[in-house]
């Protein structure tokens, strides 16, 4: 996934119409019935074959024309690793790259498109589980898929990683990183293992000290999922057009992003959780390449950006911002994410959220007026030399373990909590609630 995504909106309804226009038109895409197992009801993969991909600003990558005549399989990933062929013929992709399979084969999940022509491979994930009469979407599949759907199944292989999704390995993976590991086995395994940990402990989090049921938790993944079906369809509609390619993207990342919220999970837990666990996922490259991993780095920064925004926004409206303030707050996140996607050094990203801090802190002596000198005397003491913001970073630095890593976010999270609510004992429960929470997000993080 191209780094430093927006916001997203996708339509049912257009899926629909697409399903609709694409079985009726004269110049449908090439199809092949699947009969394996003798009935009549099919399920339908769609998708498209496009080849290498043309990097444009903010790293949005443009697919080129589809490649047409391009042939594609059906592929199932097996426990060893290896692709089964369960398609029946081999499909091709028509003038415009797209391609129609349909299958008999029922509740049925991590396939694989296999696209192959004048001796180049592409490979791209399925989206969600095959069932009867209804269609499923693979993504674009071109180098960065074939990069990303590697990875993702590499990660199922593991034990006890069925937690991970696709989107959450494409919305880690940037062109420019998938680029850069997709020859080198020993990037590919770190950046894997990063990943991984990550997800594992923001799960391991939610439940174990955040007190998230089993329930919220798989319905957080669910959500998850859902985004990524969706930019999987919408990316089919939207062909080569750049408009709704980055449309398509942004609604991704707002989905995959706020897939807390229909799974009823606080903002701030989700924030919190996605700290710690960005953290202990980063602290497996410490032997890649700083290449390697900056790249990886800022696209964590860049996902978490989005999060302390929403998260920020939330704590900011329960204190009753004015509407001036609120569009401030609002434009603070949009500079933040703009900064970080165009750093090019790990500085200039602790700079961007120095700079996010800063004003959002003068936005928030705004706001609580009547705290206004307490306030600035919080934000001092905790980014004090000796303060609890540096107790936190010493800690992290010495800490070799996930579990050290939890624990010493944990103890930051109460520790600012608690100083917050010392110094500001004439203010009601909701500023101090406030004023703690958006400390913690504006100095978790850098």
Not at 123 to 132: C, D, L, M, T
Not at 285 to 309: C, E, G, H, N
Not at 409 to 415: E, I
Request: hydrophobic fraction near 40%.
């Amino acid at each position: 996934m191209y780094r430093g995504v927006g916001l997203h909106r996708t339509l049912f309804t257009g899926f629909i119409l697409l399903m609709f226009i694409g079985i009726q038109s004269c110049d449908n895409p090439a199809q092949s019935s699947d009969a394996t197992n003798g009935t009549d009801e099919f399920s339908t993969i769609e998708g498209r074959v496009i080849g290498e991909r043309q990097s444009q600003a903010q790293g949005l990558a443009r697919p080129q024309a589809g490649v047409e005549g391009a042939a594609v399989i059906v592929t199932r990933a097996d426990a060893d690793g290896s692709l089964e062929n369960v398609s029946r013929d081999t499909v091709y992709t028509d003038a415009n790259g797209r391609y129609r399979v349909q299958t008999n084969m029922e509740n049925t999940s991590n396939l694989v498109i296999v696209a192959r022509k004048n001796g180049h491979t592409w490979k791209a994930n399925v989206s969600g589980e095959v069932e009867h009469n209804s269609t499923v979407y693979a993504v674009p599949a071109g180098e960065e898929s074939t990069v990303e759907t590697e990875l993702f199944t590499g990660i199922r292989l593991r034990k006890n990683a069925n937690t991970v999704t696709f989107a959450d390995v494409q919305t880690r993976v940037s062109e420019e990183l998938a680029g850069e590991i997709e020859e080198d086995n020993q990037a590919r395994n770190q950046v894997s293992s990063a990943i991984t940990a990550e997800i594992q402990t923001q799960i391991k989090v939610m439940r174990e000290d955040f007190n998230l049921s089993e329930a919220e938790v798989q319905a957080f993944t669910e959500a998850q999922v859902r985004a990524q079906n969706q930019l999987a369809a919408s990316l089919l509609v939207s062909g080569t057009n750049d408009s709704e390619i980055r449309a398509a993207y942004n609604e991704f990342t707002e989905s995959y992003l706020k897939a807390y919220g229909e799974a009823g999970i606080d903002i701030q837990t989700y924030a919190e959780t996605s700290q710690i666990a960005g953290t202990a996922g980063l602290r497996l490259l410490v032997t890649a390449s700083d290449s390697v991993r900056f790249k990886m780095m800022a696209q964590t920064a860049s996902l978490r950006a989005y999060i302390i925004d929403y998260a920020v926004q939330s704590h900011f409206g329960t204190i009753s911002a004015s509407d001036s303030v609120m569009n401030e707050v609002i434009e603070a996140g949009v500079t933040l994410r703009d900064e970080i996607e165009s750093a090019g050094t790990a500085e200039a990203i602790i700079s961007a959220y120095s700079n996010y801090r800063t004003t959002v802190m003068d936005l928030l002596q705004v706001t609580l007026a009547d705290h206004a000198e307490i306030l600035g005397q919080l934000h001092t003491s905790v980014n004090a030399s000796h303060g609890i913001k540096a107790t936190l970073q010493s800690t992290l630095t010495t800490a070799f373990s996930n579990d050290a890593v939890i624990q010493a976010y944990m103890n930051f999270f109460d520790s600012v909590g608690n100083e917050v609510e010392t110094v500001m004992q004439s203010a009601s429960e909701t500023e101090i609630a406030a004023t703690a929470q958006v400390l913690i997000l504006l100095n978790m993080a850098g």
